[in-house]
Structure formats: structure tokens, C-alpha cells
């Protein structure tokens, strides 16, 4: 198959634009450094558009002897393009594009002379038949989920133990790590006959502590956040003389995951378009790049990460390893606040950039896996086929052969009840929507005629006090021009009808509290995380209760660490302040949702 040159990005994102207060920001004088443009991309409501061009000055390779400046702390939302557009792509130039040869040569010579075998299995090369036919591409599988411990994980970790000295084996080793990385780490201690002290936080599910346990590893459950689990896990590791397992940012960690692309380029029959690989710390990125980028050159290796833990793209994007505010949880695997100094450098050097994708996506590919093989994969596990899916639709791909790694399948049962409500949505074959229905007789028949053969799969009315009620309700869709002709039936009824599918705040709250709209003073409205844990909801009451009335309570498991919960409070503006300190005191991650629309809409 010949080689396939992508179209050019559409003009929205390739207009270059500067807000008028950016304008006074002076540019440094010129010096003997290479100018680097910096695009950040919002995503609104109806299209995406850029919000600022930059120029970030920078320095030769040569090490600065200055000390290093603090770390560049981002959110999220402040890098967003459309899933399936290659974003985030590294500046190189021909003094770096390649890297140093010794360099190459030594994670070459490394992946090539690995032991990883002695545990690890080759994993096979699925071809997904359903998935090729739908996208008009030939779709390959990595079946990394088919490892020993359900992970790729096992490579790296096993990879740098192998090499420990008998010594170092004899004292032990410990890691930190709240799933996979953990098992691997636990499996390698007992082949090599050493012990292994695995810290976990406490709010992590008891099926997966109880999993490193049942191979022999010795679990402490420290903290509520990894950071936490940690920071005690290398001080262990200083005060006994253990060896620290790091999950992704160690040179053998990631020589072992490279085995993966070294397999890849021996099964895959013809010529590869791209390789897609999911980025937590990107170690298995740095890995798979190091080794496929100096065999085989043209594949392209696309990173895939969630739209809420873009933590790789936006450290490209910024030419920088940046830290997240706030990271989203439910591709739990891949949830990492800071990229590795070492992988984020292979990366800079090798990757070919980051496809974004939302959570809808992410269940859409569960249930993909799930019909091509009848296994379930966890969320991070299934990331690297939506980021695949989304690109070939976004470029218009076809005929040309793609693999993507399916990296992991620890799945949490309880997460199971959130993917099969969302799986249709990832898909485009269900759409949530809003219709304001006036408070007269025989409107609600009306509204039902006009739906017409469209088949409801939810459905919520509540008569309101006022002039107009809200309905809330899914629609299976076959077409987007199906779903367009019943928006269009209803705006010529007078019914003002919005699309809710894309907001969050709505398939995971608001769908669940519609009994009529109400007024409430002074009420602010927040989204926090609660640890999953014994004991977080009267933390959280102590801290606001009864200084505050607490107006709405809304708590949503979602099968991880932490538990997405809305939540309205009655705070004047002169109380915000301290309101925010406590807050902060408290300690759990939130965010102000209080000017929502949609909230507005449907609640107010």
C-alpha cells in the first residue's frame, strides 16, 4: 500500500490569532535561539478556534548551570482540538530529530538483548475484522491484554529488575502504583525470588491491592492520592536500602516496553500508516518510538490521550514537561498529573504528536473490543482504538494498515455500568436532548408525534410550576441527518430543543435530577472528587456543614479512586473567600460549574 499524505488542518485551526490582552506582552530581544510558535486551541460549544499564538525562545542543547525554573502548572481545557486531529506535534529540527547515535544504539541494543521473555509472552497481532470493515482501514490489535498480569506493564518492570544485583535483590524492591504497574512489579519479585513492597493509596479498589497480594508482594496502603503513596515509597526506599520500581521514567522501564514496537514490525504483514499508543507517563511510547523510529522510520507513532489528561500534549505543545491542575480519573491508567523527564525527551525527539479523545469514545471502544473478541478492556486499555478510530474518520483514511496497542484489561466491574451508558453516545448512535414544552394541555402529545419513528431510550418529564416544563431524553440515531431532521420538526412546532450529548454535567448528573425546576438563593453549584473511601463524605460536611446550607447532593461512583460528585451550596459573595479556603483546606479537587447553561436550563 502506498503511503498516505494527510490533508492540512482545517483553516479554524490553522489561523493564527492574537487576544487583545496578549497584545502587551513584549517579545524578548533576538538572541542565537530558534523561535518556537506555541497554538493554544479552545474548544466551544459549535466550533473550535484558536486562542493564542506565542513565541517561546529556545536555547541550544547545551545544559544551563542556572537552576531550573518551577514547573508550568496547566489545566486541561487549555489545550482542546477535535478528536481524531494530530495535535500536539513536536517542533524538531535536523540537529535533533534523531537524537544522538549512541543513544539510539544503547535502548536498541537494550530491547534487542532483553530477558522480558522469561515472563512475559509475545502478544499476538488481532486483526479487528468489525472495526476494519466499519472504518474502511485494516485495523490491527496489539493484544497486550492478554499479558500474564492483564498488562504491558510486566515488560518494564521486569525488564529493570533483571538487571538488579544479587544484592539488590536480596534487600527487595518497592513501587508505588494503584494498578498495573503494580502486578508487574509483583510478579517480576517472585520469578527472581525477591520481595516486593508495593504501596498503594488507600482509596484504591480492594480487587486490586488484593490481586498484588495474591502473587506474594506485601501491600501498605498510604494517603489518598498517589503523590502521597509516593513520596512514602522512596522514603522507604532510602530509610531500607530497597530499590525503587518507577513506573514509566527509567531507561530499562522503558527498553522493556519497547519490546512491544520490536514485535510489532516482526508481525505486522506490509507496510504500517501509524502505530497508536496510549500515554499515561509514556513510558510505553518512549519505548515503542526509540525502537520503531530507527527501524522503520516512516510509521508514525500517535500518542493517545484523554480530552481531561492530556498531560503529554500539552507538555509537547509547551516544549516543556508541565504539571496538571486537575486530571481526569476514569481511564484510571492512564491518569498521570506529570509526564517522565526521560520519556517526555524521547518523545520531543520521536513521536509524531497526540490525538485527544473523550470519555464517550473510550466506552464506544470497550464495546468494540467486547464484539471483536468478546474481552473487556479497561478504559486506559481501550484508549489507543479511539484515538485510532477518531484519526482514520478525521483524515478520511482508508486502505492502509494501523495498529493499536490494547494495553491493559484490569477492568473495574462497577465502571462496567458507566460504559454501557455511554457506549452508544461514543459511537453517534445515541443523542441526549432537551425540549421546553409549554404547560397546556395535549403538548406532551404533541412532542411525542413529532419524535416520530425515532426510537426513546430515555425519557424524563416533570410538570414546573411555570409557563414551560423540560423534557430530558435520548434518541437512538442511525444518521446525523436523522437527528438534525427531529431537531428541525421541533424548532418549526415552536418546541426550542438543545443537543446535550457532548456535556458531561448532564449524562452524569443532571439526567438523574430532573423533578422540576426551582430557584434557589445564592446557590452556588460545584463538581467535586471524593476520595473513595470510608469516612470522605463526613470530611466533607464537617467543612461546610451547617456554616452552609447544602442545596443539592448528587453522588456518582465511578468504579476508581475517586467519586464524581455535584454538589449546590448556599454561599453569599462576600462568603466566597471563605468559602474557598475551606475548600482548599479540605483537600479534594473541584470546580465551580455554577454558571453552567445547561444547569441553568434544566434546574433554574
Not at 243 to 250: E, G, N, S
Not at 380 to 408: F, P, R
Not at 568 to 576: A, D, F, R, T
Request: hydrophobic share 40%; with cysteine; proline share 6%.
Amino acid at each position: 500500500m502506498d503511503s498516505v499524505k494527510l490533508p492540512t488542518a482545517p483553516p479554524s485551526l490553522r489561523t493564527q490569532m492574537l487576544p487583545h490582552h496578549l497584545h502587551h506582552i513584549p517579545l524578548p530581544p533576538p538572541r542565537n535561539f530558534r523561535s518556537k510558535p506555541v497554538i493554544g486551541i479552545a474548544r466551544s460549544r459549535s466550533h473550535v478556534s484558536p486562542v493564542a499564538v506565542l513565541f517561546r525562545e529556545e536555547t541550544s542543547l547545551a545544559p544551563l548551570e542556572s537552576p531550573p525554573l518551577p514547573r508550568l502548572k496547566v489545566s486541561p481545557n487549555s489545550l482542546q482540538y477535535p478528536p481524531g486531529y494530530l495535535g500536539a506535534v513536536p517542533e524538531r529540527t535536523c540537529d535533533r530529530d534523531n537524537g544522538s547515535i549512541v543513544e539510539a544504539m544503547e535502548y536498541l541494543t537494550n530491547i534487542l538483548s532483553t530477558k522480558v521473555y522469561d515472563i512475559a509472552v509475545e502478544s499476538p497481532l488481532h486483526l479487528a475484522k468489525k472495526l476494519s470493515e466499519r472504518l474502511g482501514v485494516r485495523m490491527l490489535l496489539k493484544r497486550e491484554d492478554l499479558q500474564p498480569v492483564k498488562s504491558f506493564k510486566l515488560r518494564g518492570a521486569y525488564n529493570m529488575m533483571v538487571k538488579l544485583t544479587p544484592e539488590q535483590l536480596a534487600k527487595g524492591v518497592i513501587c508505588s502504583s494503584a494498578g498495573n504497574h503494580a502486578q508487574g512489579v509483583a510478579m517480576s519479585a517472585a520469578k527472581l525470588g525477591c520481595t516486593a513492597v508495593i504501596v498503594m493509596p488507600r482509596t484504591t479498589p480492594e480487587i486490586k491491592w488484593q490481586s498484588v497480594e495474591d502473587l506474594g508482594a506485601t501491600v501498605v496502603l498510604v494517603g489518598d492520592a498517589y503523590d502521597e503513596a509516593q513520596a512514602f515509597a522512596k522514603q522507604r526506599a532510602e530509610e531500607e536500602g530497597l530499590t525503587f520500581i518507577p513506573p514509566f521514567d527509567h531507561p530499562d522501564v522503558i527498553a522493556g516496553q519497547g519490546t512491544v514496537g520490536m514485535e510489532i514490525t516482526r508481525q505486522a504483514k506490509g507496510p504500517l500508516h501509524a502505530i497508536f499508543v496510549p500515554i499515561g507517563g509514556g513510558g510505553l511510547i518512549a519505548g515503542i518510538a526509540s525502537y520503531v523510529k530507527r527501524v522503520c522510520p516512516e510509521v508514525k507513532i500517535i500518542g493517545v490521550e484523554p480530552a481531561d489528561a492530556n498531560t503529554m500534549a500539552l507538555s509537547l505543545h509547551h516544549g516543556e514537561r508541565v504539571i496538571l491542575d486537575q486530571v481526569g480519573g476514569f481511564a484510571d491508567g492512564v491518569a498521570v498529573k506529570e509526564v517522565g523527564k526521560e520519556t517526555f525527551r524521547i518523545s520531543q525527539n520521536l513521536v509524531d504528536g497526540v490525538v485527544l479523545v473523550t470519555r464517550d469514545a473510550i466506552c464506544a471502544s470497550i464495546k468494540d473490543m467486547f464484539e471483536e473478541q468478546r474481552n473487556i478492556l479497561e478504559p486506559a486499555g481501550a484508549l489507543a482504538i479511539a484515538g485510532a478510530e477518531a484519526y482514520c474518520k478525521y483524515y478520511g483514511l482508508k486502505d492502509v494498515n494501523v495498529v493499536a496497542i490494547t494495553s491493559g484489561a484490569n477492568m473495574n466491574f462497577d465502571k462496567l455500568r458507566i460504559v454501557t451508558e455511554l457506549a452508544n453516545v461514543g459511537r453517534q448512535q445515541e443523542a441526549v436532548l432537551a425540549t421546553l414544552l409549554p404547560e397546556k394541555p395535549g403538548s406532551f402529545k404533541q412532542f411525542c408525534e413529532l419524535i416520530g419513528p425515532m426510537n426513546i431510550t430515555e425519557f424524563k418529564y416533570r410538570c414546573g410550576s411555570e409557563k414551560e416544563a423540560v423534557v430530558l431524553y435520548s434518541v437512538g440515531v442511525h444518521t446525523a441527518g436523522e437527528l438534525k431532521a427531529l431537531e428541525k420538526r421541533m424548532e418549526s412546532s415552536q418546541l426550542r430543543t438543545k443537543n446535550l450529548t457532548t456535556s458531561d454535567l448532564v449524562k452524569d448528573h443532571l439526567r438523574y435530577l430532573m423533578g422540576g425546576r426551582s430557584s434557589v438563593e445564592e446557590e452556588i453549584l460545584c463538581q467535586f472528587t471524593f476520595p473513595e473511601r470510608p469516612g470522605a463524605l463526613m470530611n466533607f460536611l464537617d467543612s461546610f456543614s451547617p456554616r452552609w446550607n447544602i442545596s443539592l447532593f448528587h453522588y456518582r461512583a465511578e468504579g476508581g479512586a475517586g467519586a464524581n460528585v455535584l454538589v449546590g451550596i448556599q454561599v453569599s459573595e462576600k462568603e466566597m473567600e471563605e468559602f474557598r479556603n475551606r475548600a482548599q483546606a479540605l483537600g479534594y479537587e473541584y470546580v465551580l460549574v455554577s454558571e453552567d447553561a445547561i444547569f441553568n436550563l434544566l434546574m433554574h
